[in-house]
């Protein structure tokens, strides 16, 4: 993984707005239609990012339906059933602290709740679906000069806390399983050379159910992270990034769980770069948190300097102060400017539209380039 020696360099946390042909593809498309329409789109997009000023760029995730649920198709040894909605959701005791707001939001809940149950031993059927990803990916990036490119995968603890196990003998053996399916698929990432991103939301998620409970949710941090590792095992640290955030909604997150809380956990992940939220109005004021807590060596940090959840583009001005807080905390050389999360984590989602998507990420560059002209004190 290249690091910011010479100047900050700039990524995101990996998804994109999927274009009108894409989100055309269906059940009863066409191989060849398929592959050639998505084969187009992440030329397109990663040519985009380039002119924009990312320097480590993604595939927009446009193969995938969304950020999780995509993996449940590549598993095997599930099966789908209808299941009581849990008391806390991911949202946490947000829900019902602010029921107006989730009211002037619009119709909460959605579908009937479905829960995928395993049946039988779990096995990875995905690679094909995979291999075309990687391939996209590494036919769009010929003739286009970037500093790295990485695609975005769920980890092992996003698929499986609310998933039933009915063939296992204990939850930690159906862990285990979960991870050594999902481990083909990294490697498959890995293997052709590009860095492969973690993304973990439910994490940081369950913190309220756990508690709720009266379970213990640094040791079920922790049992999460020995899980994650059997995932990656055998894989360089230099290619792997590790996503870590409080979600993708605009919303109140005053029951986010602090990063302090568990961010000496999470850097026993073994990956090389750690992906975390930093611009939104609640956890910005967490650059903070590295003023006690030690980078360990060798690892990079990659903090979220603009929002995916506000309209509002940030000023260069104001990226390039974030990034020089951290900067002046764990050096210039192990920070990677990015974005709290992605812009589209599925399909049909669009946190902003397509024009402020890129004025964002151009601002991005902008401001690392600022940040690493001029260092200061932290503000």
């Known amino acids: 993984m290249k690091r910011s020696t010479d100047r900050i360099l700039t990524t995101f946390a990996g998804s994109l707005i999927r274009p009108p042909e894409v989100l055309a593809l269906g059940p009863e498309t066409d191989e060849t239609t398929r592959k050639q329409t998505l084969q187009r789109a992440v030329a397109d997009v990663v040519h985009k990012q380039a002119e924009v000023g990312v320097d480590v760029v993604s595939d927009g995730e446009f193969g995938k339906s969304s950020w999780f649920t995509y993996v449940m198709d590549r598993l095997g040894g599930f099966e789908v059933r209808p299941a009581e909605r849990p008391k806390i959701g991911v949202r946490g005791k947000d829900e019902a602290r602010y029921p ?100 973990d939301a439910i994490l940081t998620h369950w913190f309220d159910r756990i508690t709720d409970e009266g379970g213990d949710y640094r040791k079920w941090v922790a049992q999460q992270v020995e899980i994650i590792n059997h995932a990656l095992r055998g894989i360089p640290q230099e290619q792997v990034r590790y996503h870590v955030c409080w979600g993708s909604w605009p919303g109140p997150h005053t029951s986010d769980v602090p990063l302090r809380t568990i961010v000496d956990l999470i850097l026993n992940i073994n990956a090389q770069g ?20 030690k980078l360990p060596d060798g ?44 812009f589209a984590q599925g399909a049909g989602t669009q946190r902003q539209v397509p024009s402020i998507v890129w004025a964002k990420l151009g601002a991005l560059a902008e401001g690392a380039r600022l940040a690493s002209e001029s260092r200061s004190t932290p503000d």
């Open 100 to 199: 107006d707001f989730w009211q002037a939001a619009g119709p909460q809940g959605g579908r009937a709740y479905r829960r995928h149950v395993c049946v039988a031993p779990i096995t990875y059927i995905g690679k094909s679906l995979m291999q075309r990803d990687v391939g996209n990916l590494l036919s769009a990036l010929e003739g286009v000069h970037v500093e790295g490119a990485f695609l975005p995968v769920v980890a092992p603890t996003s698929i499986s806390v609310d998933h039933a196990n009915e063939y296992y003998p204990s939850h930690e053996r159906y862990l285990e399983a979960v991870a050594d399916a999902l481990h083909e698929e990294y490697r498959t990432i890995t293997d052709a050379g590009l860095i492969v991103q973690l993304d």
């Open 274 to 293: 750690f992906s975390i939220e930093a611009a939104n109005p609640r956890h910005e004021w967490e650059w903070t948190v590295w003023q006690d807590v």
């Open 299 to 342: 690892k990079i940090l990659i903090p979220g300097v603009i929002s995916h959840a506000i309209s509002h583009v940030e000023h260069p001005e104001l990226i390039a102060q974030r990034l020089r807080r951290f900067a002046n905390l764990v050096g210039q050389e192990n920070v990677i400017a990015s974005s709290d999360c992605g």
